[in-house]
């Protein structure tokens, strides 16, 4: 529990006005200084905090609805005095906001200034004066001193620094607020402690409501202290809870909150847990029976048990691991992939012979839309097992991965337990999504929260700090994925077997729209094969012209758009077969979003086309240079990183040192700066891999002679000339043919990637594999070598 003192304003003045948007609470009172958790599922209270959160101060009046009932109050079914509360935390999930917000100071609600989307009203502050005297410091004292007593009765063993709390509170009114909000007074109790306009009729109500809980408990522990001494523990506790409805019923509080833990009770004696898990449990259902109802502590404890009751310790899938049908649901699927296939399946052979082998953790890695996911969800199918997916991306806080300790306000599990509580057994595939995007800093270093989660002599014993029990992981297989390599952290790296999917050719695409995509489309639109035709022609301009990407997922979404308009023409009456024409597009998807040919019409000397490799694939990039008269230096721009910053030098320094070779005349290195520049926005680049497109920019700049605008080229160089090899063939190969290049120059020790390559994407490309930058030269810039051999 915590409390945070605040002073409301004193001052003589006229008190101030504010319009605010109106949260009503049901069931309870927010206290000034206090901080209360809140689920906003109203749509009139959701309009009311989205407002409050768009606000500089997020601030908004909270008030009490005098019938809790009431799902849509009005001014008048609001008390009159509320408080104005700060948002501290918000997070908003489907339906409904979370808040934590904090007391401020009281107000008096005025007048309406709207009821629609959300009520906001106009109100006046409410200072209460600071007065001391004799009285009030009696009273004061005898509130403590009560305050004192019932809280050692109502937990005799309990947190012994609670006198120490009470005495750092900074006034009388303010540890009034305090007790008020731990002791789960009924909503009118606590309405009238809010409205007390003094210190003293504020400590007049706690003296009172402390005496007669003080009378509650006494009567409580007499009967506790004869049980003990008279019956088994058993019987002791049967009787115990008869008695204390008695008595509860008797002072007219019969609580349905009880029931609650009865309830709850009962539950865990029917669940199957393991021995420690038990203990922990009794020891908290013991802690729940004797907390006040609304005490903060009641619903996280409460909520805490509901997690240990509802955590798969000991439930698990059945696995059917018969490896031919393994084959047949990969295949059933997904469309080729057959390598990738062929090492699943090799990974599940040894699962099987071993289930007990530390086999190394799968990692596929590509970029979007090539089947990553969904190549797991058919993993978990092929297993007979339950699927699970946790997103790392851009997580950066270890507790999201560990959970915060209870003590936390709205500490919850972390993202691990919470997919086995989806999950529901102990032996999902869990499926770890984007590890190549966990974050580090000062919240921690969740990739070592991940390697413990993965390390099989490790996580058997995972601890949650949430749950601070041992859980077994051992029993879960994990399956990562990553778009890159080069941020997975290196010892995380050393776990994982990389499976690597590189993108789809055109044809492919194609195939896998044919035979995969448009039969889910229409399943899901509820249509069948008879009732829509969509040709090869029509799909092929869906790819060609609709979507530019590595994998199937604008794809996917192009052809489910396409159905469902159709589905609608079905719906209003259309019998006949469809057949979708290549000239339906338009009115289907719209106009074309992509020219036919994407590369640039024409090059000025001094551009060249390079070919780049990113997370989401291979794209084609263009190397813009230009003459800077009379200022010697390099200038590069364009977000380029080191490594292409020093790629750039290379190949300036080539031509420079080769002038007199290549019949450049070096004065112009000696009068003129250069200009580099990468367009194509905000996207980092990087890599040594621009080399080739980089000297050939300059030498095309230098000879004044345009780069063939069809060609496109890859590599490193180094100073002596020589053309290195570089990463990504296949995508790089695969986005040049996707925007229309003709001429990919490669170096020469790359040609054996080229396998990689789908055949009909070989076939309509022209290769040149270059050893050294002259191979490249003639291959870019026809008659640039010619040009400057001849002093050009
Ligand atoms: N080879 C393939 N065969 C059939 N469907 C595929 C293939 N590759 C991708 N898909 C489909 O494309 C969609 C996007 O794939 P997804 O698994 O979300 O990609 P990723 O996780 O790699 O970003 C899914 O519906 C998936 O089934
Ligand atoms: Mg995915």
């Known amino acids: 529990m915590s409390s945070q003192s605040h002073t409301p304003d004193t001052g003589t003045h006229t008190p101030a006005t504010w319009t605010l948007p109106v949260l009503p609470l049901k069931n309870t009172v927010l206290l000034p200084g206090m901080f209360l958790p809140l689920s906003v599922g109203r749509p009139g209270s959701r309009a009311a905090v989205e407002a409050a959160l768009a606000s500089e101060d997020k601030v908004l009046v909270v008030v009490a609805q005098r019938d809790a009932s009431d799902d849509q109050p009005a001014l008048a079914d609001l008390y009159a005095i509320g408080i104005r509360a700060v948002i501290k935390k918000m997070a908003r999930s489907e339906n409904v906001i979370e808040l934590l917000v904090q007391g401020v100071d009281r107000v008096m609600l005025q007048t309406l200034a709207q009821t629609e989307p959300y009520l906001k009203v106009q109100v006046q502050g409410l200072p209460v004066a600071q007065e001391t005297s004799p009285d009030i410091e009696a009273l004061h004292r005898a509130v403590i001193d009560q305050a004192h007593r019932v809280l050692q009765l109502a937990q005799p063993e309990g947190e012994a620094n609670i006198p120490q709390m009470l005495a750092q509170v900074s006034g009388p009114l303010q540890l009034v607020y305090l007790l008020g909000s731990m002791l789960g007074l009924d909503v009118t109790r606590e309405q009238a402690l809010l409205e007390a306009g003094s210190v003293q009729d504020g400590l007049r109500l706690m003296n009172d409501y402390l005496a007669h809980e003080a009378q509650v408990l006494e009567l409580r522990n007499q009967i506790t202290d004869k049980a003990r001494t008279e019956i088994g523990k058993e019987q002791r506790d049967y009787l115990l809870r008869q008695q204390m409805r008695a008595i509860q019923d008797e002072l007219g509080e019969t609580s349905p909150e009880k029931a609650d833990v009865e309830a709850l009770r009962q539950r865990f004696a029917e669940a199957k847990l393991p021995e420690e898990v038990r203990k922990e449990a009794d020891r908290e259902l013991r802690r729940l029976e004797r907390l006040?109802?609304?005490?903060?502590?009641?619903?996280?404890?409460?909520?805490?048990?509901?997690?240990?009751?509802?955590?798969?310790?000991?439930?698990?899938?059945?696995d059917h691991l018969d490896l031919s049908n393994a084959r047949a649901v990969l295949d059933e699927d997904h469309f080729d992939l057959t390598e990738i296939k062929d090492r699943i399946l090799e990974h599940l052979a040894v699962l099987k012979l071993n289930s007990k082998a530390k086999a190394p953790i799968l990692c596929l890695v590509g970029p979007p839309g090539v089947g990553k996911t969904s190549l797991g969800q058919s993993i978990a199918r092929a297993m007979g097992r339950k699927f699970e997916r946790v997103s790392l991306g851009g997580l950066h806080d270890e507790a999201e991965l560990r959970g915060h300790r209870r003590t936390y306000i709205?500490?919850?599990?972390?993202?691990?337990?919470?997919?086995?509580?989806?999950?529901?057994?102990?032996?999902?595939?869990?499926?770890?999504?984007?590890?190549d995007k966990l974050g580090r800093d000062?919240?921690?270093?969740?990739?070592?929260?991940?390697?413990?989660?993965?390390?099989?002599?490790?996580?058997?014993?995972f601890r949650d700090n949430y749950l601070d029990l041992p859980f077994d992981l051992s029993k879960v297989f994990f399956i990562t994925t990553a778009n890159v390599l080069d941020t997975v952290p290196p010892p995380l790296l050393d776990r994982l077997e990389i499976l690597r999917l590189a993108g789809y050719s055109e044809e492919e695409k194609l195939q896998i729209a044919r035979r995969y995509l448009l039969a889910r489309q229409l399943e899901q639109a509820g249509l069948t094969a008879e009732q829509i035709a969509v040709p090869d022609e029509a799909i092929r301009i869906v790819i060609g012209r609709y979507t530019r990407e590595a994998g199937v997922r604008q794809l996917e979404k192009a052809l489910g758009r396409l159905i469902r308009k159709i589905a609608v023409r079905f719906a209003q009456g259309?019998?006949?077969?469809?057949?979708?024409?290549?000239?339906?597009?338009?009115?289907?998807?719209?106009?074309?979003?992509?020219?036919?040919?994407?590369?640039?019409?024409?090059?000025?000397?001094?551009?060249?086309?390079?070919?780049?490799?990113?997370?989401?694939?291979?794209?084609?990039?263009?190397?813009?240079?230009?003459?800077?008269?009379?200022?010697r230096k390099l200038r590069l721009t364009g977000q380029l990183g080191d490594v292409m910053r020093e790629s750039a030098q290379a190949a300036q320094s080539y031509l420079w040192s080769h002038a007199e070779m290549l019949g450049i005349d070096p004065r112009r290195f000696r009068r003129d700066g250069v200009h580099i520049h990468v367009p194509a926005g905000a996207v980092p680049k990087d890599g040594p891999s621009a080399g080739v497109a980089m000297l050939t920019a300059l030498a095309s700049l230098y000879t004044s002679i345009p780069a063939r605008r069809d060609a496109a080229m890859t590599g490193e160089i180094t100073l002596a000339g020589l053309v290195l090899p570089i990463g990504g063939v296949k995508e790089k190969v695969l986005a040049a043919r996707r925007a229309g290049i003709r001429r990919v120059i490669l170096p020469k020790d790359n040609e054996k990637d080229l396998r990689d390559v789908p055949e009909e994407v070989r076939r309509e490309l022209e290769f040149v594999f270059a050893e050294r930058v002259e191979e490249v030269l003639e291959a870019a810039v026809p008659g640039a070598l010619h040009a400057m051999a001849a002093g050009h």
């Open 410 to 435: 709205g500490a919850m599990p972390g993202r691990v337990l919470q997919a086995l509580r989806r999950a529901g057994v102990n032996n999902p595939v869990l499926m770890l999504d984007e590890v």
């Open 442 to 461: 000062y919240r921690g270093d969740p990739a070592a929260a991940l390697l413990e989660i993965l390390d099989p002599a490790q996580n058997n014993t």
């Open 292 to 318: 006040p109802s609304a005490a903060p502590d009641y619903q996280v404890t409460r909520t805490y048990l509901e997690l240990v009751l509802e955590l798969p310790w000991q439930s698990a899938t059945e």
């Open 574 to 631: 259309t019998t006949e077969p469809v057949t979708v024409r290549p000239d339906d597009l338009l009115e289907l998807l719209g106009p074309q979003r992509l020219p036919p040919d994407r590369i640039r019409a024409e090059l000025p000397p001094g551009v060249a086309t390079g070919l780049a490799w990113t997370e989401s694939g291979g794209d084609v990039l263009y190397v813009e240079a230009t003459l800077l008269p009379s200022l």
